[in-house]
C-alpha cells in the first residue's frame, strides 16, 4: 500500500534517475524484509502444523486405543455370552444326535445282519473249498515229490549197478580177457554150450 | 529128404543158409524162364562142390534132371528145409575161425542131434565165454 502512494506521486512528478534508484533500493530492500518476515511466519505455521499433528496424532492414537479396547471388551463379553449359550445347547444336541446315531446304527446293524447272512455262507462255503483245493493240491505235491524221490532213488542204484558193473567187467576183463588164449576163449565157449544143454535149452 | 543133412554138412552159419536159399530160388526162377539145362544154372550159382551134392542127391531121389517141374519141386522142397533150420545166436568175444565154428557146429550135430544153423555176434564187452540164445531162451 505505501509504495502505492508512492508511484502515485511519480505520476504527478518524474523523478530523476538516481532517485529512481534510491526508491526502487529501498523498495528493494522492503520487499526483502516482507519476505523475510514472511517466511518467518511461515516457518513458525510448519512447526505449530507439526505441534498440531503431534498432538492430533496423540489424540487418534488415544481415540484408536480407547475404540480397540472397547472393541475387545465386546467382543470377550459377547464371546463368554456366546460360549455359555453354546455350552447350554451343545448337550441337548449332542444327545439329539446321539440317540439319532444310535437307532441309525442300529438299523444298519440289522440290515447288515441281513444281508451278511447269505454272504457268509457264500464265504464259509468259499473257505471250505478253498482249503478241500489246498489240501489235495498239498496231496498232490507231496505225492509228486515223494514219486520224483523214488524215481530218483531208482535211477541212482541203477546208475550205481552199472557203474559198479562196468567197473567190475573191466577189471575182469584186465584180469582174465586179454590173458585168454583163442584156445582158452573156444573152450569156454563149448563150456559154454554144454552148461546149456544140462540145462534143457537145446530140448525145446 | 533123408539126403538133406548131408547136402548142409558144410554150412554153420545163417549167413551160410541164407547165401544158399538165395542162390537156390535163383535157380528155382530160372528153371521156369531160361532154356538153360540144370548143370549149366548150377554152374552159374553154386560152387563145384555144392553142384555135384545136388547131383548125387537128385540121383538118390531118382529125379530126372530134365524135368523141369520136378527139378522146381525138389529145388522147393529143399529151400523149405533150409528155411526151417532152427538157429542159435551165440554172442562171443571175439570173432572165431572157421575151424572153432565147425567145431561148435559138430558139437550140435552129436550132443544135440540136430542140424543148427549158428549166427554169430561179436561183443567185445563179454569177458570169456558167450551168451546163447535159443529159440527165446538166453543164456548168459
Not at chain 2, 25 to 41: C, F, M, N, R
Not at chain 2, 69 to 86: A, C, G
Request: glycine share 2%; with cysteine.
Amino acid at each position: 500500500m505505501a509504495h502505492f502512494t508512492f508511484f502515485s506521486s511519480d505520476k504527478k512528478d518524474p523523478m530523476d534517475p538516481e532517485m529512481a534508484e534510491k526508491v526502487l533500493e529501498l523498495a528493494h530492500q522492503r520487499a526483502e524484509k516482507i519476505i523475510e518476515k514472511a517466511l518467518k511466519k511461515s516457518e513458525e505455521i510448519v512447526v505449530e502444523i507439526d505441534h498440531l499433528n503431534d498432538e492430533i496424532r496423540k489424540e487418534m492414537k488415544q481415540v484408536f486405543k480407547q475404540s480397540t479396547d472397547s472393541y475387545i471388551h465386546t467382543v470377550n463379553q459377547e464371546s463368554k455370552e456366546f460360549t455359555a449359550a453354546i455350552a447350554e445347547v451343545v448337550p441337548l444336541v449332542k444327545e439329539k444326535y446321539m440317540k439319532g446315531a444310535d437307532e441309525t446304527i442300529q438299523i444298519f446293524q440289522a440290515n447288515l445282519a441281513a444281508e451278511l447272512g447269505p454272504l457268509r455262507e457264500i464265504v464259509d462255503r468259499q473257505v471250505t473249498e478253498t482249503i478241500d483245493q489246498l489240501k489235495k493240491k498239498i496231496e498232490e505235491e507231496w505225492e509228486k515229490a515223494r514219486q520224483e524221490i523214488n524215481e530218483y532213488k531208482v535211477q541212482q542204484k541203477k546208475q550205481l549197478e552199472e557203474n559198479l558193473k562196468t567197473s567190475i567187467e573191466a577189471l575182469a576183463k584186465t584180469a582174465f580177457g586179454d590173458a585168454l588164449t583163442p584156445s582158452q576163449h573156444q573152450q569156454l565157449v563149448m563150456k559154454a554150450l554144454e552148461k546149456a544143454k544140462e540145462e534143457g535149452v537145446f530140448n525145446t | 529128404m533123408n539126403s538133406y543133412p548131408t547136402l548142409v554138412q558144410g554150412i554153420y552159419t545163417k549167413r551160410q543158409c541164407y547165401i544158399l536159399i538165395t542162390n537156390l530160388e535163383a535157380i528155382k526162377e530160372e528153371l521156369y524162364k531160361s532154356s538153360l539145362v540144370l548143370t549149366q544154372l548150377m554152374s552159374d550159382h553154386l560152387s563145384l562142390e555144392l553142384s555135384e551134392e545136388i547131383l548125387n542127391l537128385l540121383k538118390v531121389e531118382n529125379t530126372d534132371i530134365t524135368d523141369r517141374q520136378s527139378l522146381v519141386t525138389v529145388f522147393e522142397s529143399l529151400i523149405s528145409y533150409l528155411k526151417n533150420l532152427p538157429i542159435v545166436a551165440l554172442t562171443l568175444t571175439y570173432s572165431p575161425t572157421l575151424k572153432q565154428l565147425l567145431q561148435i557146429s559138430e558139437w550140435f550135430v552129436t550132443e544135440v542131434k540136430a542140424k543148427i544153423l549158428i549166427e554169430v555176434r561179436v561183443d567185445p564187452s563179454i569177458i570169456a565165454g558167450a551168451t546163447i540164445q535159443y529159440k527165446g531162451i538166453y543164456k548168459n
